[in-house]
């Protein structure tokens, strides 16, 4: 059973930068496209960014793009989300995910995944 565990959440100042981890066990890491969603209290889980199976496509939030960059290794079972600029309103529970389906194609919508870690909580302060 694949598991999934985030690090490198934290307090930030507005403006500043941050990166998350994300761990995948299994053997199969590679044959799936990841996703990183947040949370904020009394929202929805929001989508934030996602990247297909070999790393060659990437997908963004508008109100993330130019600011997030999403990566993976494959080698090392590793997805990232490097956060730059950040803003008050990236303050939220991260959470990454792995897409429903060995080499399925990216989604924006989290009920298209299927294994969720328990989140990083990041906060940025004004």
């Known amino acids: 059973q694949v598991q999934l565990v985030e690090s490198g959440g934290g307090v930030v100042q507005a403006g500043g930068s941050l990166r998350l981890s994300c761990a995948a066990s299994?053997?199969?890491?590679?044959?799936?496209?990841m996703g990183w969603f947040r949370q904020a209290p009394g929202e929805e889980r929001k989508f934030v960014a996602a990247?297909?199976?070999?790393?060659?496509?990437?997908y963004y939030a508008d109100s993330v793009r130019g600011r997030f960059t999403i990566t993976r290794d494959n080698a090392n079972n590793t997805v990232y989300l490097e956060m730059n600029s950040l803003k008050p309103e990236d303050t939220a529970h991260y959470y990454c995910?792995?897409?429903?389906?060995?080499?399925?194609?990216?989604?924006?919508?989290?009920?298209?995944?299927?294994?969720w870690g328990q989140g990083t909580q990041v906060t940025v302060s004004s």
């Open positions: 995910a792995r897409r429903s389906g060995a080499r399925a194609y990216v989604n924006t919508s989290p009920s298209t995944y299927d294994t």
């Open positions: 299994g053997r199969t890491f590679s044959d799936y496209a």
């Open positions: 990247i297909s199976w070999s790393g060659g496509s990437t």
